[in-house]
T-cell receptor
Framework: GEEVAQTPKHLVRGEGQKAKLYCAPIKGHSYVFWYQQVLKNEFKFLISFQNENVFDETGMPKERFSAKCLPNSPCSLEIQATKLEDSAVYFC???????????????FGPGTRLTVT | GENVEQHPSTLSVQEGDSAVIKCTYSDSASNYFPWYKQELGKRPQLIIDIRSNVGEKKDQRIAVTLNKTAKHFSLHITETQPEDSAVYFCAASRFSGGYNKLIFGAGTRLAVHP
């Protein structure tokens, strides 16, 4: 079946550079989530979208992080002026097909490993 | 804020033994509790989940129990096999109308020795 796609697989940036990550949710899914998994394995919720609208951005460090989900385009997560502590794997997930019964499962993409040097 | 605590952080068992991982959550409105298995370098995969109107759920060698009063839920793996070795994450969510923001525990690294 369909899967959540994320690009690139790996991204290396010097401290202070910009990083942009992309996510293509499963077609027809209403919700998109971004999570950050740091080296100690912990997942941190960053932001969620309902279609192209921000639903919950309580986890976002807003001064440097921004995200969008525009119609007919992959969703994106952008980090301006990266810092060493931004090094992590960033996972995108999507859920809930429109027009179908309630679905509990969240489907994760393969992740983008960001290394800030 | 919402918080999920998970124990132990590492667990080592012999093949064929049982493994138990425990989680507690802070948000009493949480109503959905999935468990994910993550192998090295891979995405998390849902292995079992439970909703707040159910106390126990079983799927072959895997079972999950939920105690809403204590805000506590556990994963039980019986007859462990080497391929069960991975990091396991619990999560809690206030599921509503298809929306499902997950708050994860810190993970348990399970090693099953042949």
């Amino acid at each position: 079946g369909e899967e959540v796609a994320q690009t690139p697989k790996h991204l290396v940036r010097g401290e202070g550079q910009k990083a942009k990550l992309y996510c293509a949710p499963i077609k027809g899914h209403s919700y998109v989530f971004w999570y950050q998994q740091v080296l100690k394995n912990e997942f941190k919720f960053l932001i969620s979208f309902q279609n192209e609208n921000v639903f919950d951005e309580t986890g976002m460090p807003k001064e440097r992080f921004s995200a969008k989900c525009l119609p007919n385009s992959p969703c994106s997560l952008e980090i301006q002026a990266t810092k060493l502590e931004d090094s992590a794997v960033y996972f995108c997930a999507s859920s809930q097909s429109e027009g179908q019964g309630i679905s509990y499962e969240q489907y994760f993409g393969p992740g983008t490993r960001l290394t800030v040097t | 804020g919402e918080n999920v605590e998970q124990h132990p952080s590492t667990l080592s068992v012999q093949e064929g033994d049982s493994a138990v991982i425990k989680c507690t959550y802070s948000d009493s409105a949480s109503n959905y509790f999935p468990w994910y298995k993550q192998e090295l370098g891979k995405r998390p995969q849902l292995i079992i989940d439970i909703r707040s109107n159910v106390g126990e759920k079983k799927d072959q060698r895997i079972a999950v129990t939920l105690n809403k009063t204590a805000k506590h839920f556990s994963l039980h793996i019986t007859e462990t096999q080497p391929e069960d070795s991975a990091v396991y994450f619990c999560a809690a969510s206030r599921f509503s109308g298809g929306y499902n923001k997950l708050i994860f525990g810190a993970g348990t690294r399970l090693a099953v020795h042949p």
